[in-house]
């Protein structure tokens, strides 16, 4: 019986988990129950929701707390019912889709994929599961935004091969993209590189769940069981010195150390000492900032640039995107392009709110940003947060600028103090309507 003791969750509690199982069973029931009598197209639906909800249920019976042997027995049981689910959708999905007789269900594109596949991989040493969980994931040829995906795949399934090209996606590439400037670097430097990339996981997944003081008691915050197992995948890939980051309440070490003695000499020996795939790791390349001072951009080049204060990548992929305007007739085109390098968010969503601040504030160089813990709630926080933002941006050499779009939210650029009132005469000319931080959130 697990209690709070043995839970791995830091912030878990038993009753949400309980609530949690609870409920998933019930679906699981209902989908069972009312399986044959839907069309064949909701089958289909029904059968990719079962494979996503064994996935999710390993997840959080690791976060629960359930033994190591109990989890692999788990899904030991479950990898011959998925590769069933599987070859349904292959064959009797086909018939209502064509391209399911293709179809994998395991793939770099979602955190919930890379927490399956480290159980499986770390765990698992049955040949023949092992090729069942092989057969069900994405070729790369077929999913060319999954990098880190596959090089650790490669890492325990040397056949496996990478795409000759690869893209970014721009999302994942916040929590993939450290991991490969890590392993990029030489055998000795990747357990100080990971140390310092562990110390800023929890920042990376607040856009996933995570936050400050997370509060599960019923009714109140979600569950976030979530932990770095893209990390403890590398690091059993490419047989990282994890002691300085071992403690850290979001690495699953013991998943690392079950590994280390069970899977790593027998299964895995085949693998050379720090190997991993056994290619060249292509690392993305580091935020380049431009000399705001020396800068020849002008009009909205120059703006754009303000905005994402000199972050040459960012500059040139918006003005890619938006075309370099001579007016802003679209401010939300133009904020989504920006996502990730201005705030954004809906009136009453004070935790995105915080969340933007927190990760403007890093981008810039300092340290994480916290606003005042609610109540109050919704918008009244949003201006606290804010208004405390403002004044901790001041005291660090930036300016919080807020965009006026005359509508229900919240949109604000940070600029260097130094090019404030440059950036505002700007959006004059550009007919961004600015507003001063004192007369939207002082009370």
Not at 29 to 39: I, L, S, V
Not at 70 to 85: M, S, W, Y
Not at 143 to 168: G, M, Q, R
Request: proline share 6%; aromatic share 10%.
């Amino acid at each position: 019986m697990t209690n709070s003791n043995t839970m791995r969750d830091p912030a878990g509690n038993l009753e949400q988990y309980d609530e949690f199982f609870r409920t998933a069973a019930f679906l699981a029931q209902a989908r069972q129950d009312g399986f044959d009598n839907e069309t064949l197209e909701q089958q289909v639906h029904l059968k990719f929701r079962d494979i996503r909800a064994f996935q999710n249920h390993i997840l959080h019976v690791y976060g629960r707390g359930d033994p190591l042997r109990t989890i692999k027995d788990e899904i030991l049981a479950g990898l011959p019912v998925l590769r069933r689910d599987l070859d349904f959708l292959r064959t009797r999905g086909a018939e209502f889709n064509p391209h399911l007789t293709r179809v994998t269900v395991v793939d770099g594109t979602t955190r919930i994929n890379y927490a399956f596949a480290a159980f499986v991989l770390i765990l698992v040493t049955d040949d023949d599961a092992l090729q069942s969980f092989r057969n069900m994931i994405e070729p790369a040829e077929q999913d060319t935004t999954s990098y880190l995906f596959h090089l650790l795949v490669k890492s325990f399934f040397p056949e496996f091969e990478l795409a000759k090209k690869y893209s970014t996606d721009k999302y994942r590439a916040l929590w993939t993209d450290p991991i490969l400037q890590v392993l990029a670097q030489p055998g000795e430097k990747r357990p100080a590189a990971m140390a310092a990339h562990m110390k800023n996981w929890p920042r990376l997944m607040r856009p996933h769940g995570w936050k400050p003081n997370l509060d599960t008691r019923p009714g109140k915050d979600n569950l976030f069981c979530d932990f770095a197992f893209e990390v403890a995948l590398a690091v059993c890939a490419y047989d990282i010195d994890d002691r300085s980051f071992a403690a850290h309440p979001y690495y699953p070490r013991d998943l690392v150390e079950y590994y280390r003695k069970h899977v790593r000499g027998i299964r895995d020996v085949w693998r050379p000492e720090s190997a991993g795939a056994g290619v060249p790791i292509i690392a993305p390349p580091l935020p380049r900032k431009a000399d705001l001072a020396k800068s020849r951009r002008k009009n909205f080049a120059r703006w754009v640039e303000l905005a994402c204060d000199g972050d040459v990548h960012v500059t040139e992929a918006v003005l890619e995107d938006v075309g370099k305007l001579r007016k802003v007739r679209e401010l939300d085109a133009l904020l989504e392009a920006l996502a990730g390098h201005v705030i954004h968010a809906d009136i009453k969503d004070d935790e995105t709110v915080e969340m933007q601040a927190s990760e403007l504030a890093v981008a810039r160089g300092q340290q994480d940003f916290e606003g005042p813990d609610g109540p109050p709630l919704g918008p009244a926080r949003c201006v606290a947060i804010l208004r405390s933002f403002t004044q901790w941006l001041q005291s660090r050499g930036y300016r919080l600028v807020d965009l006026d779009n005359h509508d229900d939210a919240w949109h604000a650029a940070v600029v260097k103090a130094d090019y404030h009132q440059e950036f505002l005469t700007l959006s004059t000319q550009l007919g961004i309507v600015t507003r001063d931080p004192a007369d939207v959130y002082d009370e």
